[in-house]
């Protein structure tokens, strides 16, 4: 073995995740909101381990709302990318991209929406001022083009059905006993819609 001869992408790998946990913790506002998430790791080959790998993959997602925030997020993820890789003199090439937009609710969009799901459901169930939350959503770009307002529907508490995960967890069930409430809802919805 000669590992003093190979360019180590495992180090450029450990390094630049780690980089990335600080990025928003030390460069992003503190009124801002920002994330950067690691998901996929791929080097190697499982059936030749004592193999330092000639190519490595990192994939991830990153999230902020405003512009300036991307921008610093966009320059930096290439500048450590690049500043890691050199350390032990490989390369590296990096693909940014914006999945969606921040999602906007507009004002009246969103009175006829709670409307509706208050005659689903009791009022103190219909949350109207919920939190600002980071989730990718492709219905932004809709909202660009017409009115429109983001809800959720409930899908119970952390574990009251089969496999009790979270969305984006491996154990997530989807609770079907919600699906007449969001039928509902949308019966709900055309009708408040139509009303004259």
Do not use: C
């Not at 506002?29 to 193999?51: D, F, K, Q, R, W």
């Not at 990153?62 to 993820?77: C, H, K, N, S």
């Not at 219905?139 to 083009?145: L, N, P």
């Not at 609770?175 to 139509?194: C, F, Q, R, T």
């Amino acid at each position: 073995m000669s590992p003093h001869l190979a360019t180590d992408l495992t180090l450029v790998q450990a390094g630049f995740i780690q980089s990335l946990q600080s990025l928003v913790a030390r460069e992003v506002p503190p009124h801002e909101t920002a994330i950067v998430s690691v998901g996929y790791l791929n080097a190697g080959a499982p059936t030749a381990m004592n193999v330092m790998p000639s190519k490595l993959q990192v994939s991830g997602t990153m999230r902020a709302f405003q512009g300036e925030v991307q921008t610093l997020l966009e320059t930096r993820i290439r500048q450590l990318a690049e500043a890691h890789a050199a350390l032990v003199g490989a390369s590296a090439k990096t693909k940014l991209w914006w999945n969606t937009v921040p999602v906007d609710n507009h004002a009246k969009a969103v009175e006829i929406a709670l409307n509706s799901a208050r005659k689903v459901v009791d009022a103190s169930q219909v949350h109207a001022n919920h939190e600002t939350v980071t989730a990718g959503e492709d219905f932004a770009y809709m909202m660009r083009e017409r009115p429109g307002a983001f809800m959720f529907l409930g899908n119970g508490p952390e574990g009251s059905h089969t496999g009790g995960g979270n969305l984006h967890m491996p154990n997530y069930d989807f609770n079907d006993n919600a699906l007449p409430y969001g039928i509902a809802y949308w019966l709900a919805l055309v009708e408040e819609e139509l009303a004259p």
